[in-house]
Nanobody
Framework: QVQLVESGGGLVQAGGSLRLSCAAS????????MGWFRQAPGNEREFVAA????????HYADSVKGRFTISRDDVKNTVALQMNTLKPEDTAVYYC??????????????????WGQGTQVTVSS
């Protein structure tokens, strides 16, 4: 079992940047594809970004493509989400999640197994 803890959320003005980090313990992240999701009040949780086990394949929701970048450091057992040019509609609780897979290139957008507790991101206009 892997435990995930997000950090780096906060309040930022529109156009600003934040970097979220997800630290894992219990198991090495190298066995997992990793993803970021978000949930705004009154909305369902939605996919934001994913990265394959190898780190060589990434996938983004259209709403964040070109603004967000997902990365991983399997030595430090962390995953990051760099968020630039933030918009008020990016306001949400952001969650990281892990997906155990034998593929080094698969980037799932659903059915993740383990989740962190989330970190709040608020973008003011």
């Amino acid at each position: 079992q892997v435990q995930l803890v997000e950090s780096g959320g906060g309040l930022v003005q529109a156009g600003g940047s934040l970097r979220l980090s997800c630290a894992a313990s219990g198991r090495t992240l190298s066995m997992y594809a990793m993803g970021w999701f978000r949930q705004a009040p009154g909305n369902e949780r939605e996919f934001v970004a994913a990265i394959s086990r190898s780190g060589g394949v990434t996938h983004y929701a259209d709403s964040v493509k070109g603004r967000f970048t997902i990365s991983r450091d399997d030595v430090k057992n962390t995953v990051a989400l760099q968020m630039n040019t933030l918009k008020p509609e990016d306001t949400a609780v952001y969650y990281c999640a892990s997906y155990q897979t034998g593929s080094t290139r698969y980037v799932p957008t659903s059915r993740y197994g383990y989740w962190g507790q989330g970190t709040q991101v608020t973008v003011s206009s």
